[in-house]
């Protein structure tokens, strides 16, 4: 794996080419001395593949598993002082470990790999509402966030928060989640008394609180899916209809990006929306680098830089 | 348009000054893509974490129950897995409830694998494919509820199907066949459903006033027997790979 240095310099090599030189120069001095990096790792839809897919010849033999994201997760602490660790949600079902166990050894898991948040997909529901808020109180640890379901009376009520503040590197960085419409999708036993609200509303109106709390970054973990034909409500609406969210932490529709997709506010910032696809078959990481510097649009000082890695 | 973006920064420069927090921005970003490979190390205190749960599952998951012939697919309109996992269902509902079954549908969202590779065919890997607690349900349709039915199957892109078969035309379904004859408006069928479809999952909210014959039997279980009977009469899991649902040229 190559250091953070090179990474750094690289980075800026690749930014740097796609420029006008006068302007990557004007960039450069630009940058305080101040500045700030943060690494945020995610994944969703892991569906409780505990284990790699199984060497039977099909398509995802040997790929995945638990043990081996543990593996790369520390290796990339090692290297990077301020991670954060993020899921959007369907976590449980998928492997004979959810129909045995309910949800515990992934969660004790991701406890373990130290993740920070996660939102809640509809599959979080398939052992009913009870059971998720069992399974997050007695292994998580992790923050469960999730804005729009509105979960009085039942026992997720004391697990779930409409958002989270961490403070991480010198940065404040706020997290709100949304999850997808439940009728029609999730059998109604299993969801009990929840409540779905409009994701689109109360994703803006967390995202504005968390705005006016002096967030530097506003990350939106997300299970309503990444894009649809039709005009069902998805995270290309989510990241153009809000305002005050960076980045969207996409999941649902199992998509496996190329890169992350830029596409603007209805204040036309810059919002980052990223999706790994499912069953952990990969980790994104995306490094952030701060400054006091404002008003600029992210991706179009700086174009993304995107390298693709497996192990060492 | 530009000249309303420096109306906006400075809109900002004037609210920004009048908060006292000096926020950080994000100024340059770089993405990277890790695949997680076969070769990829892992750890080992994760391991130990999991090996009782992995022992426990291993012990009742691992015991082979047939043999695929050839890897089946997960696919659209028609696949040879949805073929065959309609074909079980059609199969053990006749069995179970004792009574003629028409046809038989699998919610194509409801498979959770996209293949059943050759070779032997675990009881995990049945739970993999079938992970749902899902009941398999009959239920009485009138001719026009089953063309309602198959224009919504239609309309999602061909769901699995045995006993029947159709064309998608313009997103509805046209040349339907109900046990090799034309949909007849003035007769009552019997379709083998899962009680999710049935109760208006995947917004299939027309199916819901329609009463359920209900054995608290599970899909799972069906495909399960199914494959154990197919492996007694000493058959491998075929593959089939007739079009019963196939979009209009």
């Known amino acids: 794996m190559q250091n953070r240095r090179t990474f750094i310099r690289q980075s800026a090599l690749a930014a740097g080419s796609l420029l006008l030189g006068a302007q990557a120069g004007a960039a450069e001095l630009l940058v305080d001395a101040r500045s700030r990096q943060l690494t945020i790792l995610h994944t969703n839809d892991t569906h409780s593949r505990i284990d790699p897919f199984p060497m039977d010849g099909s398509r995802n033999e040997g790929q995945g598993g638990v043990a081996a994201r543990a593996a790369m997760i520390n290796q990339i602490r090692s290297e990077a002082e301020h991670v954060l660790l993020l899921d959007a949600g369907d976590i449980f079902q998928g492997t004979p470990y959810f129909n045995i166990y309910k949800g515990e050894p992934e969660v004790k898991a991701m406890a373990r790999m130290g993740y920070d948040a996660c939102t809640i997909g509809n599959h979080d529901f398939d052992g009913g509402v009870d059971n998720l808020a069992l399974q997050m109180k007695q292994h998580g640890g992790f923050s469960t966030i999730v804005s729009n379901y509105d979960f009085a009376g039942t026992a997720m009520e004391s697990v779930a928060v409409p958002y989270r503040i961490i403070k991480k590197g010198g940065l404040k960085v706020g997290i709100l989640g949304v999850g997808i419409e439940l009728d029609g999708l999730v059998p109604a036993n299993l969801y009990g008394t929840t409540r779905y609200l409009d994701p689109i509303q109360k994703a803006n109106e967390v995202a504005g609180i968390l705005h006016a709390k002096g967030c530097d970054l506003v990350i939106c973990l997300s299970h309503l899916g990444y894009k649809y034909a039709g005009n069902k409500v998805s995270d290309q609406q989510l990241a153009r209809e809000t305002e005050n969210i960076n980045l969207i932490i996409s999941g649902h529709t199992h998509t496996f990006l190329d890169k992350p997709d830029v596409l603007q506010n209805k204040k036309g910032q810059d919002v980052v929306v990223n999706q790994v696809g499912w069953a952990g078959l990969q980790l994104g990481r995306l490094d952030y680098d701060f400054n006091r510097q404002k008003g600029q649009r992210l991706i179009s000082a700086n174009p993304l830089t995107v390298t693709k890695k497996t192990h060492e | ?249």
Not at chain 2, 86 to 93: E, I, N, R, S
Not at chain 2, 154 to 181: E, Y
Not at chain 2, 208 to 231: E, H, V, W
């Open chain 2, 1 to 249: 348009m530009i000249f309303s973006k420096y109306i906006n920064l400075l809109l900002l420069l004037t609210l920004s000054l009048a908060s006292c927090h000096r926020a950080m921005h994000p100024a340059k970003l770089a993405y990277h893509d890790y695949k997680i490979d076969a070769a990829a190390p892992r750890d080992s205190a994760m391991m130990r974490m999991l090996l009782p749960y992995r022992d426990s599952v291993d012990k009742s998951m691992n015991e082979v129950l047939g043999i695929a012939a050839a890897t089946l697919e997960k696919k659209q309109p028609s696949g040879s897995l949805g073929n065959f996992m309609a074909d079980a269902v059609l199969d053990m509902a006749a069995k179970q409830f004792k009574m003629p079954v028409d046809f038989a549908i699998i919610n194509y969202g409801g498979i959770r694998s996209l293949q059943l590779a050759k070779g032997e065919v675990t009881r995990g890997k049945v739970f993999e494919l079938m992970p749902f607690d899902n009941l398999l349900v009959l239920q009485k349709l009138s001719g026009d509820q089953v063309q309602q039915l198959f224009d919504y199957l239609a309309a999602r892109g061909g769901w699995p199907i045995a006993g029947a078969s159709f064309v998608i035309k313009n997103k509805q379904a046209t040349d339907v066949l109900v046990g090799g004859k034309p949909l007849d408006k003035n007769k009552t069928y019997t379709l083998a459903n899962s009680d999710y479809v049935a109760n208006g999952g995947d917004d299939a909210s027309f199916l819901k006033p329609i009463p359920q014959i209900n054995s608290g039997y599970l899909i799972r279980d069906a495909l399960l027997t199914y494959i154990r009977n197919l492996q007694q009469q000493g058959k491998p899991i075929a593959e089939i790979t007739e079009n019963r649902i196939r979009n209009a040229e």
